[in-house]
């Protein structure tokens, strides 16, 4: 953000979007958005927010309870065959490493660190509504690597260096 013409809202809604939005974010939908002029301004603000976005994830490593999956997401390339261009997909697999946690034991330390009876009541009414619900975990970090193959030997190292081991 420093040394940005862009204003601290761009910023903050940028980053919003980002986080918020299921779909792929482009810049250009960023520069409609924010009714920008120019494409280049925001799409260097993404691209800043992703650096910073991945630098994040080397600075920890998940625990407690971890789950994995392995997704496949289609990814296009351009081959070149007989000196023509052509557009090709594939399916790239995707290993997904969450860190999960009870919701019980997250609402009840929201409960042991707030002495406000307001927020009190408020978490007591989601305690009551979890019971009677199906969720009984909640998602709090997420780590995902775009992998060459699915095999075991390449998901291994993925793993190690992003789970603490006790």
Avoid: C
């Avoid at 260097?44 to 625990?63: N, V």
């Amino acid at each position: 953000m420093e040394h940005s013409k862009l204003s601290l809202y761009d910023w903050f809604f940028t980053a919003h979007m980002m986080t918020s939005i299921k779909q792929v974010l482009s810049a250009k939908e960023i520069q409609h958005q924010l009714e920008l002029e120019y494409y280049l301004p925001a799409w260097l603000m993404m691209m800043k927010l992703r650096d910073i976005m991945g630098q994040r994830d080397s600075i920890y490593q998940l625990s407690e309870q971890i789950e994995l999956d392995l997704s496949y997401f289609p990814t296009s390339f351009i081959s070149e065959e007989g000196g023509e261009k052509i557009l090709k997909s594939k399916q790239t697999p995707v290993l997904v490493i969450a860190q999960s946690k009870d919701a019980d034991s997250i609402l009840s330390t929201y409960l042991s660190d707030n002495t406000d009876t307001e927020r009190f009541n408020k978490a007591s009414k989601l305690i009551k509504q979890a019971n009677r619900s199906k969720v009984k975990k909640a998602v709090r970090y997420i780590k995902m690597y775009a992998l060459p193959n699915s095999q075991y030997k390449t998901l291994a190292p993925y793993v190690e260096k992003s789970v603490v081991h006790d």
